[in-house]
């Protein structure tokens, strides 16, 4: 069974409710193809800020990975990381929920993916969850290679000592694009009790990442959480994706957008706003803010 551990209450809940929730997906998204961060998206985001809106990055990236890139005055409250398993202040870096895979079921993932022949990862419990022990399953996998040498010093490989790695985060399978589709159905027949998270790699674009949670793990159900902890309606929460990793917070939210740059599957499936390299998530807040009746509502969350 998975271990949540959750930090007592949200800290920073203001003494009057927020006039809303938004939740935006970083890489692709917020985060343009060349590293940066566009003005008006930052723009959006402070006039949130103004209006009483909680602001939420929601990443599959690890706290680590996400402190790197940040600026210092990235205008967002809290960041949802590592697909969910984790949520933390901003800015501060106070981690306030965690999750993790125990051993048990860290052993029988390890079985089933050694099974299939794939190339993954076991990380680390949060906050190190850039720390990660890796099994090559097969002769050559360049994406793989890949992100082994962007972590080369937080990258060693994993033998045996299943038992004595401790808990986890997560499992990361790379699989190239045409052996995706029938890896990720024997993972999710296989691996029936956790959360299987489909993401497009952020390295080359094209590979498929397999990303296995504990239970209950995802950027939505933990988007949940914290609407709850800061006492928004769902009524008044807006998500903005482009990835299938970020399917179950676009589901989740009253208004969602995802970007010009999202897969076909997903722009036939929700509203669309330009991509992250035309300021899409800045249209998604005049748009959201636009369709708010009266447009004071959000100067008066009640």
């Known amino acids: 069974m998975a271990i949540i551990i959750t930090n007592g209450s949200v800290a920073s809940t203001p003494t009057q409710r927020p006039a809303g929730l938004f ?27 103004t209006l009483g809106v909680v602001r939420v990055v929601a990443t599959g990236r690890s706290i680590f990975s996400f402190e790197n890139i940040r600026p210092a005055d990235l205008p967002v409250d809290y960041v949802i990381f590592s697909s969910g398993a984790g949520i933390a202040e901003q800015p501060g870096g106070k981690i306030l929920r965690s999750a993790s895979l125990e051993t048990d079921e860290i052993r029988h993932a390890v079985s089933v993916l050694r099974s299939l022949h794939l190339d993954f990862m076991v990380q680390r419990s949060i906050p190190e969850t850039h720390t990660f022990g890796y099994v090559a399953g097969s002769n050559t996998n360049p994406d793989f290679e890949a992100r082994i040498s962007l972590y080369r010093r937080f990258a060693f490989p994993l033998h045996d000592d299943i038992d004595g790695f401790g808990p986890a985060t997560q499992l990361v399978a790379i699989v190239p694009p045409a052996q995706a589709p029938a890896a990720l159905a024997a993972v999710r027949r296989m691996l029936k009790g956790l959360t299987i998270i489909r993401t497009t790699s952020p390295l080359d674009g094209r590979s498929t990442w397999i990303e296995l949670f504990p239970a209950g793990v995802s950027k939505g159900l933990t988007a949940e959480w914290l609407a709850a902890e800061l006492g928004v309606s769902r009524t008044h929460t807006l998500s903005v994706g482009n990835d299938f990793n970020d399917l179950d917070l676009l589901e989740w939210a009253r208004t969602r957008f995802v970007m010009a740059n999202a897969p076909a599957e997903l722009r036939e499936r929700f509203p669309t706003v330009a991509s992250n390299d035309g300021c899409g998530v800045a249209e998604a807040i005049e748009r959201w803010i636009e369709s708010v009746s009266p447009p004071s509502t959000l100067l008066d969350p009640g």
């Not at 060349?34 to 949130?48: I, K, N, S, Y």
């Open 23 to 49: 939740v935006t997906d970083l890489d692709g998204t917020l985060l343009r193809s060349d590293r940066t961060f566009a003005a008006a998206d930052l723009a959006g985001l402070r006039r949130l800020g």
